[in-house]
C-alpha cells in the first residue's frame, strides 16, 4: 500500500521477548484512523492481535504523529511465521492492506550452574556425586 512503511526489529523474536513493531502511515492516521492486527503467517484466521485502531497498539511519536511505535510481547505466540497486517479499514481487505512477515523462535533460556559440596566436603558437579575419591 503506498505510503505505508512496517519495519520490525528484531526479528526473528525469541518467544518470551517484546517485538517492536514500527509504523508509518502517510495521514498521520487521519480521522478516518488505521488498523493493525497480527495472525498466522500459514493462516489469517489464527489471529494473535485482534485488530484494532493503532492507538490501541502503540503511541504516536513526538513530532512525528504518522509514525506509532508498537511493543508487543511474544510470551504467548508459538513458534512460526507471522503477519502484522495495516489497513485504513477493519476489514483488511486484501487490496488495500499491507503486511509484513515476522518470525518467532524458541525461547531463550538462562542456564545457571551452581557447585555444591557433598558430606565429605568434596564438591559436587551438576547435584550428581558418583563417591570417587
Request: proline share 8%; aromatic share 8%.
Amino acid at each position: 500500500m503506498k505510503g505505508v512503511k512496517i519495519s520490525i526489529e528484531p526479528n526473528p523474536v525469541a518467544q518470551n521477548e517484546v517485538v517492536t513493531i514500527t509504523v508509518s502511515v502517510p495521514d498521520g492516521g487521519g480521522s478516518t484512523g488505521w488498523f493493525m492486527r497480527i495472525v498466522a503467517a500459514h493462516d489469517s484466521a489464527v489471529v494473535k492481535c485482534e485488530p484494532r485502531g493503532l492507538g490501541a497498539y502503540g503511541s504516536p511519536r513526538e513530532g512525528d504523529p504518522g509514525t506509532y511505535d508498537c511493543e508487543i510481547q511474544t510470551v504467548r505466540f508459538e513458534t512460526g511465521g507471522y503477519l502484522v497486517d495495516l489497513s485504513p479499514t477493519a476489514a483488511f481487505d486484501p487490496q488495500y492492506m499491507a503486511s509484513k512477515k515476522f518470525t518467532v523462535t524458541g525461547q531463550r533460556m538462562a542456564i545457571a550452574t551452581a557447585n555444591w559440596a557433598g558430606s565429605d566436603g568434596d564438591p559436587i558437579l551438576g547435584g550428581m556425586h558418583h563417591g570417587l575419591p
